[in-house]
């Protein structure tokens, strides 16, 4: 069965840190581009960051560029979304997605196009 699940979401202060963790499962990361999105209560899911399977291309919101960054480690099956700088706003639920066809590029305006997603994380950040 082919799975993806995120984990490392919580509750911290304004100013704080969390790194979030997508493993994967019955397949290999390494093969897919992988993009993160999230969804604030009565707002559409957003996609704040993906990376492609091949020569690390990323790409960035502008609502988060500069405080997050978005790695691989394909030796743990595994990507991350290291958030630095947490602002209220950034409080939603963090899925991350993969797509196979994502090799030289990713995309960040097109969650329809990601074929396997994880079930997401919630991220709260509050004083």
């Known amino acids: 069965q082919l799975q993806l699940v995120e984990s490392g979401g919580g509750l911290v202060q304004p100013g704080g840190s969390l790194r979030l963790s997508c493993a994967a499962s019955?397949?290999?990361?390494?093969?897919?581009?992988i993009g993160w999105f999230r969804q604030a209560p009565g707002k559409e899911r957003e996609g704040i960051s993906c990376?492609?399977?091949?020569?690390?291309?990323?790409n960035y919101a502008d609502s988060v560029k500069g405080r997050f960054t978005i790695s691989r480690d394909n030796a743990k099956n595994t990507v991350y979304l290291q958030m630095n700088n947490l602002k209220p706003e950034d409080t939603a639920i963090y899925y991350c997605?993969?797509?196979?066809?994502?090799?030289?590029?990713?995309?960040?305006?097109?969650?329809?196009?990601?074929?396997?997603w994880g079930q997401g994380t919630q991220v709260t950040v509050s004083s």
């Open positions: 997605a993969a797509e196979v066809r994502f090799v030289s590029e990713c995309y960040l305006g097109r969650p329809d196009e990601y074929t396997y």
């Open positions: 019955g397949f290999t990361l390494d093969y897919y581009g």
């Open positions: 990376i492609s399977s091949r020569g690390g291309r990323t």
